[in-house]
């Protein structure tokens, strides 16, 4: 398979995800999408390190899944104390910071 | 004799410290000692140094001792030192001495105070102030004495602050005595610019052109008649009487006011090379003994007579000083200091015993109750009216001797009428103070035969004439029945003795060529011979005339009161209905022209300056820029909606057109 359909996939799999967070309100759908585009770019991180016959894309693909699980922990931890809170945790009610 | 001279001046500023810091929580006995003791070992070390001096020739007296290098730039250097010479020394022993007095009498005087320690914090600061000025060795620390001085006075004069008027006349003198500072200071910049140093040494030896010579003695003299308050910058020292009496005895008669005179003394080689200076300096010290004196012939404060008695005796001393005969004013500053402090400390024992009354209207016949105060004031009385052989007699004397002599050296028509001047004013001096004396010992007390009829009609009287103070000397003024009236306790009645025998004997340190004895001059010989050695001699036969007018003059003004007043005081309605009368009782509207025409209009400059420069302008201005920030942001702050869901967009949307960007550019 060449590069390209390696990288078509990529590229839709991050236009979903960035689709998922403008029209999701539930933070963990959010999340979910955001895990989609990063996951999209680890795809072409390892398509590229396949053809550019290179080991640094594999490599910064460790440090993004590393990355991202230590920003779900973060980001479960905020929805956890925001829903004791709040009991809700529809993001369009969040808008406290309101100018 | 260095470190001595330093603890004369170091001393009253630790008892400043001391009683400043720690005095209010300290029993009267402790705020005495230090207050006293301050000032006392000052005199006792003061009068160690004068003996010391005694014991050297004439030529080693004058000794400068640098006691702190400040400033070394270049050529340029500046010590702290202190000048320790006759002139210091004459002045140094008045302060103290009089001063060691007026402590002692305080304690009486201030007994019921309870800012009592405030009061001798404030005393102890002034002498330590007034040391500094005399013994300063550079122009610069004699404008550090001479504005803490001011400062002194300041806080003394608006003591009770609780009193209105005495904060009023506080600020009156504070701000009249920065005019004289603001002279003096321009004088010290044109001293430096011109001269290149500061200490007198060099100062004093340099030559300046005429035109520079003259502008520097008359900047020296505009500092010279703030401080000593004559015209036309007298004004503060009437209204400097709402302070405690001890203040204007030791103040505002006997030692600051006499700075202005002193500072010519100390010049006196600057005020040698300018002509000019030296006739402004007669021509204001006589005009302002003459107006001064003319005041105080109807005033009814008896503190306020003092005051302009001591104007009047301070243009003596400018007059004599204006003649060349510096030694003569500094003589008739000495004598002054004696008589005028024992003046008012008499009239302060009056008001003691009185309850706060000042009001010569309201005394009288208290020859039979206050027998020490009344013989002491008499004394002073007669002193400073120039009756021989007290000590006012023998100053007066020289000063209108040499005014004489100058004329006829001169041939100059103005020295005459300064001469004539100066005998008219001698009668007027006689004349208010017996007037004075008469008013309150003689005739029978008026205190407490006041009705309620004429007790309004004086409240009335004292509305429009802002002249009487009817409440000064103390919070409240009580009227005390004759029978309660008490002779002051003796810590106040023995300064009056003391002072009573300094004004008999004090004359006699100065000349009595006129009596046959040509090689008795103590206080002439001891003074640097420049202080004298350019004024005018007199012959012997016009020196008898001079002494024999003035002595008439005195001799006629107190057969004028005895005529007038000797019976009593008795207040001639009728005179009040004489134009005349009403302009100098008045004091010529001075006070209300000069609010015409300076403070009515800088209030409501200020007023104007308040509402529309403050109010329009300088508010409208930050409020305008607040405004724009306001504006601004209720714009831009419609952006933050608080929806994550148009943040995440406009990152997108950002990231998009980053992308499109580098995609463009290829």
Redesign the interface.
């Known amino acids: 398979m060449p590069l390209t359909a390696y990288l078509i996939v990529s590229a839709v799999i991050f236009t979903i995800g960035?689709i998922g967070?403008?029209?999701r309100r539930n933070p963990l759908i959010i999340f979910m999408s955001i895990e989609l585009m990063l996951n999209a770019v680890n795809l072409s991180f390892v398509a590229l390190s396949h053809f550019l016959d290179s080991v640094d894309g594999q490599m910064f693909v460790f440090l993004v899944l590393t990355v991202a699980a230590a920003e779900v922990v973060v980001g479960l931890a905020l929805i956890v104390s925001i829903f004791r809170t709040r009991h809700n945790i529809d993001?369009?009610e969040?808008?406290?910071?309101?100018? | 004799m260095t470190n001595l001279s330093l603890w004369v001046l170091v001393l009253p500023l630790l008892g400043f410290i001391i009683l400043g810091l720690m005095g209010r929580f300290m029993p009267r006995t402790a705020i005495l000692t230090i207050g006293w003791g301050a000032c006392g070992l000052a005199f006792l070390l003061a009068a160690v140094n004068f003996i010391n001096m005694l014991s050297t020739s004439a030529a080693q007296r004058s000794n400068d001792s640098v006691i702190y290098h400040w400033i070394s730039a270049g050529t340029f250097s500046l010590d702290f030192g202190a000048l320790l010479d006759p002139l210091s020394m004459t002045m140094l022993l008045v302060v103290t001495g009089v001063g060691l007095l007026i402590h002692i009498y305080s304690a009486g005087y201030m007994a019921d105070d309870p800012g009592l320690w405030r009061f001798f914090a404030y005393l102890n600061f002034f002498i330590f102030a007034m040391v500094l000025l005399v013994i300063a060795d550079t122009f610069l620390f004699l404008l550090v004495g001479w504005g803490l001085v001011g400062l002194a006075s300041y806080l003394l004069i608006g003591f009770w602050y609780q009193r209105r008027s005495a904060v009023a006349a506080a600020q009156k003198a504070f701000v009249i005595n920065i005019i004289g500072d603001l002279g003096l200071m321009l004088a010290i910049f044109l001293i430096f610019a011109q001269s290149g140093h500061l200490d007198y040494g060099s100062v004093l030896a340099h030559t300046f052109s005429g035109g520079t010579a003259t502008a520097i003695c008359l900047l020296l003299f505009v500092a010279c008649a703030a401080k000593s308050a004559q015209l036309p910058l007298y004004m503060w020292l009437p209204d400097a009487m709402e302070g405690p009496t001890p203040v204007s005895a030791l103040i505002h008669a006997a030692t600051m006011v006499t700075a202005g005179v002193y500072l010519v003394a100390r010049t006196s080689p600057l005020f040698e090379q300018s002509s000019v200076a030296l006739a402004v300096v007669a021509g204001i010290g006589g005009v302002t003994a003459l107006y001064a004196a003319s005041i105080a012939l109807v005033q009814l404060d008896i503190k306020r007579v003092l005051a302009y008695s001591t104007i009047s005796q301070l243009g003596y001393m400018f007059m004599a000083e204006g003649v060349h005969n510096y030694a003569g004013g500094i003589f008739h500053l000495v004598t002054h200091a004696f008589f005028k402090a024992l003046l008012f400390l008499g009239a302060g024992a009056i008001i003691h015993a009185l309850g706060g009354e000042q009001d010569m209207r309201k005394m009288g016949g208290l020859w039979g109750r206050l027998r020490i105060t009344g013989v002491t004031f008499l004394i002073g009385a007669l002193a400073i009216s120039g009756i021989i052989p007290l000590a006012g007699f023998w100053s007066k004397d020289e000063i209108l001797g040499s005014v004489l002599a100058q004329a006829t050296a001169s041939g100059n028509v103005w020295y005459y009428v300064l001469w004539i001047i100066g005998i008219v004013t001698a009668g007027l001096t006689a004349f208010y103070m017996f007037r004075l004396f008469f008013g309150i010992f003689a005739g029978s007390y008026r205190g407490e035969t006041a009705t309620a009829a004429e007790h309004n009609a004086e409240v009335n009287e004292a509305k429009d004439e802002n002249t009487l103070v009817t409440a000064a000397g103390h919070q409240h003024t009580v009227h005390i029945r004759y029978s309660a009236i008490h002779e002051v306790p003796r810590v106040m009645s023995t300064p009056l003795i003391i002072l009573a025998v300094l004004s008999v004997v004090g004359g006699f340190i100065g000349s009595l060529a006129l009596f046959g004895l040509p090689g008795w001059s103590p206080l002439t010989s001891f003074l640097p011979s420049g202080l004298h050695a350019h004024a005018a001699d007199l012959p012997l036969g016009l020196a008898w005339i001079s002494t024999g007018l003035s002595l008439l003059a005195g001799v006629l003004g107190i057969g004028l009161a005895w005529r007038f007043y000797g019976k009593g005081f008795g207040y001639k309605t009728q005179m009040q209905g004489n134009p005349l009368y009403q302009l100098v009782f008045h004091k010529y509207y001075v006070d209300e022209a000069l609010n015409a025409v300076l403070v009515t209009p800088i209030l409501a400059l200020g007023r104007g300056l308040t509402r529309y420069l403050e109010g329009d302008v300088l508010d409208g201005g930050s409020r305008g820029i607040s405004m724009v920030f306001h504006g601004s942001s209720a714009v831009?702050?419609?952006?933050?909606?608080?929806?994550?869901?148009n943040y995440?967009?406009g990152i997108?949307f950002g990231v998009v057109v980053i992308v499109v960007y580098y995609a463009m550019r290829g």
Do not use: E, F, K
Request: hydrophobic share 55%.
């Open positions: 960035v967070v403008l029209i993001v369009d969040m808008n406290v910071l309101r100018g | 831009i702050r419609r952006v933050q909606t608080g929806y994550m869901r995440a967009l997108l």
